[in-house]
């Protein structure tokens, strides 16, 4: 923000470029996890992502900047990087679905997603090194390395199905789910247009998707501007919430599946779904309040937890609700939870300019609380109002 000039409000704007990128190939993300599989489609997707992380670094001195400007060429970078990054999470969960059994793939997608506290966490101290000893932009230039190593690891390793993979023994073909794609599964719109279920899930998710992008986009710097730490400081503290985040989602994950187990798939899911909106709430509005800046943090890392702690819950309801259809469902569920994260990078810093952050974090916190109330309605037992 200072290396380029810009504003709160400018750089509300390139975050929120990415997430409707991000938001819009939600759907076609998880179609193409279903027609094509996890090892194609995370690997397309990882050499993508690398891409135009990379040039984010350039962004702002590329031919662009003459016909959008600064803020411009940023944000058409960031897009077409959400474009990339979209087919993350509902392929996610097509793997966790042709991979594991019902009663297993809420700790399933719970610890991959849980993936995102480790990445997250060490991200903010690692940058903030990496900036004052060589610049921003080589930041950027390391994560698209990485990038592309890991699509090489994923690409030789990965396979679709445990029938697919030379390691697994055939105890496991044979116990392994009888979930397989379709050659080319259509988006079964006729059947979600009946299903109240899916859009009180995509309501819910939205919810959660608002709060978990204050995280993503302001904390780093709500800890620098406005708790007063420095940017190496900052940054240490910025990893709470993901490490917070490391440990409640595959434990949220892993309570889902034993709570649906012992009382079915409908109440094992909203339990979870529920207490954990209602609980981060609590302590986002507790951690909004506190003088004391490690309290703060402290309370809104809890927060971070209990959010995430709710994660298995939605992604496996996804595949509850259809096996078949799990990426498009759950790309569908995942576009909710990024339109509520298109609007949080740029609401966020206005209502903290307007009425300060303190009301700024409750409206975040008042947000949850409605996705958790939402899960009264949620009843993934019951599958798709047609069959696969």
């Not at 190939?25 to 992380?53: E, H, K, M, Y």
């Not at 116990?175 to 599964?185: F, I, L, Q």
């Not at 409640?248 to 954990?276: E, K, N, Q, Y």
Request: charged share 10%; glycine share 12%.
């Amino acid at each position: 923000m200072p290396a380029l000039g810009l504003t709160d409000q400018q750089m509300g704007f390139v975050f929120s470029a990415f997430v409707i990128g991000y938001a819009l190939f939600q759907i076609p993300g998880g179609w193409l996890g279903d027609r094509w599989g996890a090892r194609v489609v995370l690997t397309i997707g990882l050499l993508w992502w690398s891409c135009f992380t990379a040039l984010t670094a350039i962004a702002a001195t590329s031919p662009l900047v003459g016909a959008v400007g600064i803020v411009g060429a940023l944000a058409l970078t960031r897009f077409l990087l959400g474009i990339g990054e979209a087919v993350a999470l509902p392929t996610f969960n097509r793997a966790v679905t042709d991979w594991l059994p019902a009663h297993e793939r809420g700790l399933g997608i719970g610890i991959a997603i849980g993936g995102i506290g480790v990445g997250s966490a060490i991200t903010p101290p690692i940058t903030a090194w990496i900036m004052v000893n060589y610049g921003w932009q080589s930041a950027f230039y390391l994560a698209a390395a990485l990038g592309l190593v890991l699509a090489v690891i994923w690409w030789l390793f990965a396979r679709n199905r445990p029938a697919d993979h030379p390691w697994e023994s055939t105890q496991r073909h044979t116990n392994a789910p009888d979930n397989t794609s379709a050659s080319s599964p259509a988006i079964p719109w006729a059947a979600l247009r009946n299903t109240p279920t899916v859009w009180w899930l995509v309501l819910s998710y939205a919810c959660l998707g608002y709060v978990a992008y204050i995280y993503m986009s302001w904390f780093y710097l709500y800890l620098v501007n406005v708790r007063g730490f420095n940017v190496l400081r900052g940054g240490y503290f910025a990893a709470a919430p993901f490490l917070a985040i490391l440990v409640s989602c595959p434990l949220g994950g892993w309570a889902t599946d034993r709570l649906a187990i012992r009382f079915g798939l409908t109440h094992g899911r909203r339990v979870i779904g529920l207490a954990g909106m209602v609980l981060a709430s609590g302590f986002i509005a507790l951690g909004a309040l506190m003088e004391s800046p490690y309290l703060a943090i402290a309370s809104l890392s809890l927060g971070a937890g209990w959010l995430y702690f709710s994660v298995g819950a939605y992604w496996a309801s996804t595949s509850d609700l259809s096996q078949t259809h799990a990426g498009s469902l759950s790309g569908l569920m995942n576009m909710g939870a990024n339109i509520g994260g298109t609007l949080s990078p740029t609401i966020t810093p206005w209502l903290a300019d307007q009425w300060g952050w303190p009301v700024s974090l409750a409206t975040a916190a008042f947000i949850a609380f409605i996705g958790g109330i939402l899960w009264l309605n949620i009843d993934p037992g019951r599958g798709l109002a047609s069959k696969d």
